[in-house]
Structures are given as structure tokens and as C-alpha cells.
């Protein structure tokens, strides 16, 4: 790392990066062994991104582990060995503590380091990235790599801070963790935090309250080890199943019907779902090529659902409190489970449907809702993010011109691709709004925008550029095309974090890119194939560009 010093006494680098999940410590990585000065700043004591913070009983990822990792290395994806076909998160976050070490990777990072500010220093064609500490760095290029599921949200609930017992969110877990036994537990949130966390606290609390506002739709994971065979079976066809699987709109390998669930008949329904439920996973969703856009379509995966947890929960009540009824299958994130709905039918779970009578805040015992009160030695918020554009806005960014990322996104995220935003030169988010990033592999995601990212970086070396921008009008382009391809789909008819409907006063505005992972990367490398169409560039930073 530079040893270089600012007239204003910052360091100065070629990149800084901020964050060390997935896509941090490849763009260190990457840059680092092209020969970049590059700094990454990270808020954490150590590596992992999501899978640092997220600790809590039962996370784990659900993209299959031989998948959700990193492809660009063949011979760490040949070295590494996944215990499980879901890894639990101290396994994931142990393969991100390989990938440091493996490629040497933390001595290019601060850690205990959060971001407070990132201005363009238009004359000096510079990024000025400050950190809550105060210590200043100067960077030509500055990549957001701060994760679209990073800044966890409680919501304001009265009284919360007179409540004497313990208090956690499943995105901010104690890293000793925590002992339920004997004790009576709340959990506020059915969504996939909830869904993987529920089971283990059950199997501790003495008892345990869910509070559920909203059912969520859940498919078993089918969880288990995996067998010598299928792991050498994948390692031998490692590359070829890659490159499969970023030729499908998911960036998974799943098997994509190709059927419209209504050409085929009721009895072949009931094969073909009660099939992928067997063999569990997100798979179930691909049954056929309109669930999500066909509410006619839809409606028959949700009935399978809705009639497998009418099975599964034995008092009909509570079965039928936790089958959703008012929203289509996938158009919140569909989650995955392990015993989810069997842990209803436990003497010491109580579902409290919050619905009808919500949650009205706290005293120094209980948990009280509009007609009853809980009393509760702990309470879990598995209430979610600020999902995509919080970790953003919460630093103060800052553009050509003054502009403040804050202002040019009061009314909603507008980016180009995803990777980019006008105003903003030099500056790179990865797997941002406007991208598929949540709506596909994120791991295959990631890579593909760090490769995009250094690439145009590389070239911009090569070809003397000195500053790379969106075009305001290639943006708003994509920005309305982002929205006409989520409007052809059922995903409006939720309330869902894509839209940014969990967080009061959020602009309503469909965030991930639903057009396909495929179709994406295509339109990406068009870009570059057009010379960066779509982008300004400069070869003089004085060059004049609209204010
Ligand atoms: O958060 P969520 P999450 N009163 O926003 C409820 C990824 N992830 O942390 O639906 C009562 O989905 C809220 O209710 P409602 C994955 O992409 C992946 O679970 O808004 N309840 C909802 O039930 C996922 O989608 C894995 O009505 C309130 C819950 O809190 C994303 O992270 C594992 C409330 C929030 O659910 C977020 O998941 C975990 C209130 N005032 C997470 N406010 C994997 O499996 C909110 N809620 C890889």
C-alpha cells in the first residue's frame, strides 16, 4: 500500500474500496494484482460482509454452496470442500477468511473502519473518502462494495428502551452467541432471517412468541451433507457448470421449465411441484416460465404451498394464519426452511398474528399489541434491511458540483446498470439498484460487475481517460427500462423490500433488475463493445461535462 500524502495530508491511492464481503476482497484482489494502489475500508473487525454481521441461530445461504462461491480461482474452487449442500454461516464465513488469507488479502484493508463521507474533488479529479474516526484518504477511483442487505432496521416501537430484557437483531448477532434456554423468547418477522432462526431458538426457549404481520411463503431446504460423489462431480465439470450458470436469467443452474404452468393439467402440476418440493430449494420456482408474470400460473404454485402447510401445521388456525394469501408466490423473497412450519406444531410456540391487532410497542416486561401483552426475557427483530440503497445514503456522497447522492436519489435510486451513477465520476457500486444482484446468484453477480468494474478501469489506464460518468439520459433510459421490465411482472403486487415498502417513507420504486442475469451481462458487455456507450468519458478532467 502507497505511502504517498495528500497536500491535505490524506493518503493517496489509486482505489479505494469500501466494504470486505464477497465483492470487496475480490476487487482488492483483482486490483491489488494489476498493480494498483488500492485501500479497502471495512466497519468490521475482519472479512465477511453479510456473513459477518449475520450470526444468528440457522443462517445460512440458500444458493447451493457449490455455487454460492467464488468462481474466478480454479484452484480455490477445486481446494475448497463444502461440508453441506446450504453451508451455515460459520462455514461461509471460514471460506471468506480462506479466500484472505489464501490470496493475502487483509493487509490491503483497515478494518474497525466506517465510511462517514466520499466527495469528487472536481479540480483534482480526486475521490476525498473520510472515515467516522476522521482519517482522510485520496482516491481516483472509489467502488462501493457495502452489500445490499447491510444496515439492519428495527422498527420504532414505543417504549422499546424501557424493555429490561435482551434485545437483538438477527443482523447484528453477538459473536459469542446466545442462550434461550429457559427463557421466553419473542421473535418479530416471519421473512427468511426468521424463517432459519425460529427452528433452533424453538428447540431452546422455554417458549417462544413469533409475531407475524405477514406470512411468508417458505420451500424446505432438503439440507444435507454433501457426498464425495456429487462434490468431485461438480469439481471435474467446475468451469463448464460456471459458464452454464451464467447463461441462465438467475446465475444458478436450476432446472427451468419451460412451460407455462397452464399448458399442462392438474395432475402433472402435482408431479412436477411435489417433485422440486422434495428435492428442496428455490428450485421450486422454476417450475414454470410464467410464475411470476401469470397471477393464473402463480396461483397454482401458491395452492401447493398453501395445501403442503395445511399438512405440515397441525391446528388448522395456525395453518391457516401462516399460508399467505395475499400476494403472489416469489414476489417477496421466497424463503427456505428447515422445519419452519413443523415448529408450530411445538407445545412452547405460540404464533401471534399481528395483522389484526399489531404491535404497539414495549414496557419493561412485555411486548404489547393492540389486544394482548407478552412477557418476554428476550426479543429477536428479524425485521430486515434497508435493503439496497441504505448502506449508500447513510454515508454522505457527494458528486460533481456539490451534489449529494441523498438529493439525487430523494426520490428513488436511479443508476445506469447498476454500476454506475450521472454526477458521479469515478465512482463504481457494485451489484447496486438497477442490477440483478438480489434477484440472482449474488456470488456470480459480483464477480461479473468486478470484472466489468477493473476492467473499464484497466482500459481507461490504457487509453489515457481521466474520468468515466453515466450519461444522465443512458441512466434515465435505464431506469424506465428497469421499471417496464418489473411492471410486466406480479412483483408490484407486494409489499416487499425490492420496492422498499418495509421502511416507512422509502420511495416506492422496484429496485433489483428482474430482466434476467443473462440478458443483463449481454447488455453490459454491449456497453463496452459501443465504447462505453452510454457513459461520458474525459481525457482532461477539465473537459466540460453538464452540470
Ligand atoms: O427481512 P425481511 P429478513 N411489525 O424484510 C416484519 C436475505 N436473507 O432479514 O412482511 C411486525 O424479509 C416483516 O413483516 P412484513 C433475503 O434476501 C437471505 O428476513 O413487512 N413485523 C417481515 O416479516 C431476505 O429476503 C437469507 O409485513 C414487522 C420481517 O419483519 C433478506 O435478506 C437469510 C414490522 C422482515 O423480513 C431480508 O430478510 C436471511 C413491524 N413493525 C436473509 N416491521 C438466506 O437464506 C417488519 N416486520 C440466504
Redo the contacts with the bound molecule.
Keep these: 500500500m502507497t505511502d504517498k500524502i495528500s497536500e491535505q495530508g490524506a493518503q493517496q491511492l489509486d482505489v479505494v474500496v469500501v466494504g470486505a464481503g464477497f465483492a470487496g476482497l475480490y476487487l482488492v484482489h483483482k486490483l491489488r494484482s494489476l498493480g494498483y494502489d488500492v485501500l479497502g475500508l471495512e466497519a468490521a473487525a475482519d472479512v465477511g460482509g453479510t456473513w459477518y454481521w449475520?450470526r444468528y441461530p440457522g443462517?445460512?445461504?440458500?444458493v447451493e454452496s457449490l455455487q454460492y462461491s467464488y468462481s474466478f480461482s480454479e484452484e480455490l474452487q477445486q481446494e475448497w470442500r463444502w461440508s453441506e449442500r446450504f453451508a451455515p454461516q460459520p462455514e461461509i464465513l471460514a471460506y471468506l477468511g480462506h479466500v484472505a488469507d489464501r490470496f493475502d488479502l487483509r493487509r490491503s484493508f483497515l478494518f474497525n473502519t466506517r465510511v462517514a463521507s466520499a466527495r469528487y474533488e472536481e479540480s483534482a479529479n480526486l475521490w476525498s473518502i473520510a472515515t467516522e474516526a476522521g482519517k482522510c484518504f485520496s482516491a481516483r477511483f472509489c467502488i462501493m462494495a457495502t452489500g445490499n442487505?447491510s444496515v439492519g432496521r428495527i422498527?420504532e416501537f414505543a417504549g422499546l428502551q424501557d424493555f429490561a430484557g435482551e434485545i437483538y437483531h438477527?443482523?447484528n448477532w453477538p459473536h459469542e452467541g446466545v442462550d434461550f434456554t429457559g427463557k421466553r423468547v419473542g421473535v418479530?418477522?416471519?421473512?427468511?432471517?426468521?424463517v432459519?432462526s425460529i427452528p433452533p431458538i424453538a428447540q431452546q426457549a422455554e417458549h417462544l412468541y413469533v409475531?407475524?404481520?405477514?406470512p411468508?411463503f417458505s420451500v424446505p431446504a432438503r439440507n444435507g451433507p454433501i457426498e464425495d460423489q456429487y462434490d468431485s462431480e461438480w469439481k471435474r465439470n467446475y468451469p463448464a457448470q460456471r459458464a452454464k450458470a451464467r447463461s441462465t436469467r438467475s446465475g444458478v443452474l436450476y432446472d427451468y421449465g419451460t412451460k407455462s404452468a397452464l399448458e399442462v393439467d392438474a395432475g402433472e402440476h402435482a408431479v412436477e411441484l411435489g417433485r422440486r418440493w422434495e428435492k428442496g430449494g428455490t428450485n421450486f420456482l422454476y417450475a414454470y416460465n410464467d410464475t411470476l408474470r401469470s397471477e393464473a400460473s402463480n396461483q397454482i404454485s401458491a395452492d401447493f404451498v398453501r395445501e403442503r402447510i395445511g399438512e405440515i401445521v397441525i391446528d388448522p388456525t395456525v395453518a391457516d394464519k401462516l399460508m399467505p394469501k395475499d400476494y403472489p408466490i416469489g414476489t417477496?423473497?421466497i424463503c427456505?426452511d428447515t422445519d419452519f412450519y413443523a415448529t408450530f406444531n411445538r407445545p412452547n410456540v405460540t404464533l401471534v398474528d399481528?395483522r389484526p391487532s399489531?404491535?404497539t410497542g414495549f414496557d419493561q416486561t412485555s411486548l404489547k399489541t393492540a389486544d394482548a401483552s407478552y412477557q418476554l426475557d428476550a426479543v429477536v427483530f428479524?425485521?430486515?434491511?434497508d435493503a439496497m440503497t441504505g448502506a449508500l445514503l447513510k454515508m454522505d456522497i457527494v458528486g460533481r458540483n456539490g451534489h449529494s447522492l441523498r438529493d439525487k436519489w430523494a426520490e428513488g435510486p436511479k443508476t445506469y446498470l447498476g454500476l454506475a451513477i450521472a454526477g458521479f465520476p469515478n465512482m463504481f457500486i457494485v451489484t447496486g439498484p438497477g442490477s440483478p444482484s438480489?434477484l440472482s446468484n449474488v456470488v456470480i453477480a459480483i464477480e461479473q460487475h468486478v470484472e466489468w468494474i477493473v476492467d473499464c478501469i484497466e482500459k481507461m489506464e490504457h487509453e489515457g481517460i481521466a474520468t468515466i460518468e453515466a450519461e444522465e439520459s443512458a441512466q434515465q433510459e435505464w431506469v424506465d427500462h428497469v421499471n417496464d421490465v418489473a411492471c410486466q411482472t406480479l412483483y408490484y403486487q407486494a409489499?416487499s423490500?425490492f420496492l422498499g415498502a418495509?421502511v416507512p417513507g422509502k420511495p416506492r420504486i422496484f429496485m433489483p433488475y428482474v430482466g434476467g442475469f443473462d440478458t443483463y451481462v449481454a447488455k453490459c458487455d454491449d456497453v463496452v463493445r459501443n465504447g462505453y456507450a452510454g457513459f461520458i468519458k474525459t481525457k482532461d478532467q477539465a473537459e466540460a461535462i453538464p452540470a
Excluded: E, M
Aim: aromatic residues 8%.
Design positions: 449475520n443462517a445460512r445461504c440458500d442487505l422498527p438477527t443482523g418479530v418477522g416471519t421473512g427468511s432471517s426468521a432459519q409475531f407475524q404481520r405477514t411468508h417477496k423473497r427456505v399481528v399489531p404491535i428479524a425485521t430486515g434491511f438480489v409489499n423490500w418495509n
